[in-house]
């Protein structure tokens, strides 16, 4: 039975930039975009992407990958083309703006798969490493009435059913389903595939839909979590460098150090 | 008037978890701040003396609250109908959850259904002037701290275990222990478990439960050089752990990943080799006493948290140090 998969991703700012790069405007309460660092497609998305890519190889059918946002950085955006999905659906409005508010979130995107209306299952990643809420997947799940298996590190469709392998923190446990159903992956899923040169041109000249908030006809529900402030904690820490003649001896100056800190 | 509720969590052995007496001091001064009930459930099969000890930790009303299809901490769709039921019941204006394997799944799934989000992962919880939750929760990986504040008609909150001491138990304090049957049918429920798997193999000590924590990452080149960090814990006392560059190079397993989609250790010593201190690694080991850290890179951020670093390559450093150990320990 061929499977229609869809794929939820967001773009981010790289959580990976460096500590120096990352900075806060407390009063516009916004995190300020570091100069020459592009945005990603959130890490674990692209694990979901990669899940759903494998599903496709082995059942057939169709990958969609969902985004939303008020803007996007296209050639970013479109890497989950270029590792092989069938579609990209922009949800792209000036009101889907980048809010830690899931329940905001949540409902457009449950607003778009409704509008999609035919799928078996939907794969999101565990988090979005700029706020870590990890919920819009359990929003979309409940909004929709479907169930949901969450950090699955392995996904087995088949009888209608998902087995999914979820990661515990000394294992994991298998979990069933019926399909539809919401799944998230995490990085124990493994990697995400690199695009291909092939992949990369067959993306370039696929043009993602576009929908705006008119076109899938959603309220803005009230504001639900509002941010009141954002800052960068204070670390205070002054680190003493151990000494040496040579990096042996800073590695026995270092035991040294630690006795007469009595931390051993 | 609406109460504040806490959902604690049972022991398999029918205790209370110790999350739940975290929730319970976390909550106190919001109740007090409103003037209201602070009532605790505790959702289990046979929950009646993790309720009475709610009380006893600051409650002024428990609900055990027993079905058998409560029987698993993974039995999320339970716990979110049993949760689902109770709010039904009582109409709370905050819920608190502990931000532990069920409050992950199982507090955003009742925030959407009573029409609102959570506030997930939180380190703190206060009233603001307006009478509205605010809770903070670190985001972007740990680099920065935010502020929400809840709107919804009822506050979903997950707390962060640890975040809150419990208070100190009370046998004299006097409350009202419920008993409470959400009658749970099989609809309720929408996954099953097939099996569970243990795959960590360790031991004896627990990472988690280890006061000196020796940590390996990236900079080690490959699964070899563990074998130094696994003497290193050996002499110590210590349990190993990992970055998640190491893990996900399968160069150790993935149990060992500390961070923040890993594992929290908050040890006395937490000795880390080859890791670049990420803000993501730095939430699972930030609460550590003391961090001290072997790098070849003098700027790397790993130093702005430590309390000792050594600049320089492992290979270099780790066998004069694991020698100089040897000695003092003998
Ligand atoms: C949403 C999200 C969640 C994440 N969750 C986690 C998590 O839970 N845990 C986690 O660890 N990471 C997590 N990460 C990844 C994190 O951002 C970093 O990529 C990761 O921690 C880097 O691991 P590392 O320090 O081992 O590697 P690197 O950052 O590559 O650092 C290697 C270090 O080794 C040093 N080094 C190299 N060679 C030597 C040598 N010969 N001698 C001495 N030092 C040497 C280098 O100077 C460098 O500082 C997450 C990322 C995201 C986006």
């Known amino acids: ?264 | 008037m609406p109460p504040v509720l806490i959902i604690g969590e049972v022991t398999p052995d029918g205790d209370a978890a110790s999350i739940t007496g975290e929730l319970i001091a976390a909550a106190r001064p919001l109740a007090d701040g409103l003037g209201v009930e602070l009532v605790a459930a505790l959702p289990g099969t046979s929950s009646q003396r993790a309720a009475a000890t709610a009380i006893t930790l600051g409650a002024d009303k428990a609900y055990a609250v027993e079905d058998p299809f409560l029987d698993d901490p993974s039995a999320f769709d339970a716990h979110v109908a049993a949760a689902q039921k109770l709010c039904q019941e009582i109409g709370p204006s905050i819920v608190l959850f502990g931000r532990t394997i069920t409050g992950r799944d199982v507090a955003p799934r009742l925030a959407f259904r009573l029409g609102t989000c959570a506030a997930n992962d939180c380190v703190e919880v206060k009233l603001d002037s307006d009478q509205r939750l605010a809770a903070l929760r670190p985001v972007f990986g740990g680099s920065a701290l935010a502020w929400v504040r809840c709107l919804g008609d009822v506050a979903v909150v997950t707390v962060r275990a640890k975040a809150y001491e419990p208070l100190e138990a009370d046998a004299t304090r006097k409350g009202e222990v419920v008993n409470f049957s959400p009658g749970l049918g099989r609809d309720a429920v929408k996954s099953r478990l097939v099996e569970r798997v243990k795959e960590d193999q360790t031991q004896g000590l627990r990472l988690e439960d280890a006061r000196i924590v020796v940590s390996g990452g990236r900079g080690l080149g490959g699964p070899d050089p563990f074998v130094h960090l696994e003497e290193i814990a050996k002499l110590l006392g210590g349990a190993v752990g990992a970055s998640r560059a190491a893990c996900d190079a399968g160069w150790v397993p993935a149990t060992l990943q500390v961070g923040l989609t890993g594992k929290t250790v908050t040890p006395d010593l937490y000795l880390t080799v080859g890791i670049s201190g990420a803000s993501q690694h730095m939430a699972g080991c930030a609460a550590s006493k003391n961090i001290v850290s072997i790098n070849k890179d003098g700027d790397a951020n790993i130093f702005k948290e430590a309390r000792f670093g050594a600049v320089g390559d492992w290979k270099n450093i780790l066998p004069a140090f694991i020698e100089q150990l040897q000695e003092l320990v003998k």
């Open chain 1, 1 to 264: 039975m061929p499977l229609n998969i869809i794929v939820a991703a967001k773009q981010v700012l790289d959580p990976e930039m460096p500590a120096s790069a990352f900075k806060v405007d407390r009063d516009a309460k916004k995190i300020m975009p570091p100069q020459g660092i592009p945005p990603v497609v959130n890490g674990f998305d692209e694990n979901a992407v990669e899940a759903a890519l494998q599903l496709r190889e082995i059942h057939e059918g169709k990958v969609t990958v969902l985004t939303m946002g008020a803007e996007f950085a296209l050639d970013v955006i479109k890497k989950p083309l270029s590792m092989g999905a069938d579609e990209l659906i922009l949800l792209q409005d000036p009101a889907f703006i980048n809010t830690p508010d899931s329940f905001f979130t949540a409902t457009v995107l449950a607003a778009a798969i409704k509008k999609i209306g035919e799928y078996d299952l939907i794969i999101c990643g565990r988090q979005a490493s700029d706020w870590d809420s990890s919920q819009v997947s359990l929003g979309i799940a409940e909004m929709l009435g479907l169930p949901v298996i969450t950090l699955g590190r392995k996904i087995e469709v088949g009888d209608g059913k998902v087995l999914v392998q979820r990661v515990l923190t000394d294992g994991y446990e298998v979990m069933e389903a019926s399909l539809p159903a919401v799944v998230t992956v995490s990085n124990e899923f493994g990697e995400p595939r690199y695009p291909t040169l092939r992949g990369i041109m067959q993306a370039t000249r696929k043009m993602p839909t576009t929908w705006t908030s008119a076109d899938l006809g959603v309220e803005i529900p009230a504001p639900q979590l509002e941010l009141s402030d954002l800052f960068v904690p204070e670390r205070d820490r002054q680190c003493e460098y151990i000494e040496g003649s040579d990096e042996a001896a800073i590695g026995r100056n270092l035991a040294l150090k630690l006795r007469e800190a009595k931390l051993i």
